[in-house]
């Protein structure tokens, strides 16, 4: 019978493996039982074979591997010790198995034989994140790849001794990046007077076949698809008025999650959809008018110009009616700043208020956003891990309750990666977009505050103090000069605006799609 690996030796295998997959970025949270990986891991950044970025908080660090992931379309791994370390990373995975984000869980355990013991930090890890995939051996990396380009969770055993003196090589092997090319190819006539929905993520080839077969575009802000020649500015808003009444078929792509107009139209059954992607990212139950598929094509049929112009023409005044309004004045600022760089964007209002102003029909940013559940968590370590994988300018844009929930995201060691990106947090002290919805109404003014205004009054510049990240509090009318130039490091640009013209603003979009 073979001697067992000793740890050392599963760590070299595990950064071999790694390497074979092409991974150039990995994200540790150190602990006891990860410590040969995290040596194997410094040994391959010393290397440069990869770049290795440190957190102490797990939940940020798997943030992190998110925004690194999110950036390059690179298997990203996150390492972290055995117990509630693991635990930390669910809310980052649940993200990526919603997005489907190549985030890699490399989660230390201790031995099988001491769960359901008292052993310290031991827990039963296989399994502790439902619908990902899981594998506890390293040979089985390869594979769990191929099968999709989702999260993994690896979940190795570690025996003592765990740190021993070693030689860290790591030979090459010929293990195999290639996958399946999809296979559900649908072909649809022309002539339909049809709408494409494009949520996150959308399949970018989407823009050539919507102008071939002149379908218009409601396109959200990480959709990738805002600059096609068919983009609908305000769409959520046109969707909103009568000219729904005259579609005769859907196309959807990518994880549309940004308005009920959007959603409304989607769960509809009398009219004939066809998603580009799988049932994960479509918003509701598949019904039999619902047709899956990985690629789209148009055949024959005489594009409609009026149906497109008519849809074009109804997004530009409604958004030409909106350029002026104060609320959204810092949008708009933050969209021309960012240019043809990077764009992070928090959930609620300021992706929202992104959507009204946003040119559509030109080239823009990259925008990126955390789509898949749409929480508030994390966000300023997926800005920074987005940032790090990003060339040029980088600009994320959220509000302050995100900001806060991720303030933990700033907690990086003075030798750590850092890229320079400018953090702009919309301050209206508390949870503004609890005004636009129906708890925002004037019976509920009495609780409204206190279970969903949530003021906190935190010194966001003390805040910023104590991490050693440079913070400027900036007046509206000066943010734009403040973003003309690209920052050395992180930096956190402070915007204090009221919440309380939110549902007159809302009520002012809503007339606008009425008229």
Known sequence: MSEPLRAVDIARRLVTALLAQEVTEAVLSPGSRSGPIALALHAADEQGLIRLHVRVDEREAGFLALGLAKASGRLTPVVTTSGTAVANLHPALLEALHSDIPVLAVTADRPARLRGTGANQTTVQPGIFPGIVQTDRITGLAGAVREGTGPIHLNIELDEPLVESTVWDFPQNSWSMSKPAAGRFHTVEGGSRTIVVAGDGADPALAAVANQAGWPIIAEPSSGLRGAPTSVACGRVVLASRMIERID??????????????????????????????????????????TLADHLAVRGGTPDQDWVRSWIQAGDRIQNALLDAEQLTIAKDVWEAAGRGLLVLGSSNTIRDVDLVAPVRQPGPRVLANRGLAGIDGTVSTAIGAALGHYGRAIALMGDLTFLHGANGLLIGPIEPRPDLSIVVLNDDGGGIFHTLEQGAPEYSNAFERVFGTPTRTAIDALCAAHGVRHRLVEVDQLSAYLSRSPVGIEVLEVRVQRAGRRALQSVVSGLAAV
């Open 249 to 290: 078929r859907i196309v959807s792509a990518g994880h549309p999650t940004l308005s009920r107009p959007v959603t409304n139209l989607l769960t509809r059954t009398n009219l004939p959809i066809i998603h580009v992607g799988d049932a994960s990212t479509f918003p509701g139950v598949p019904g039999a008018n619902v």
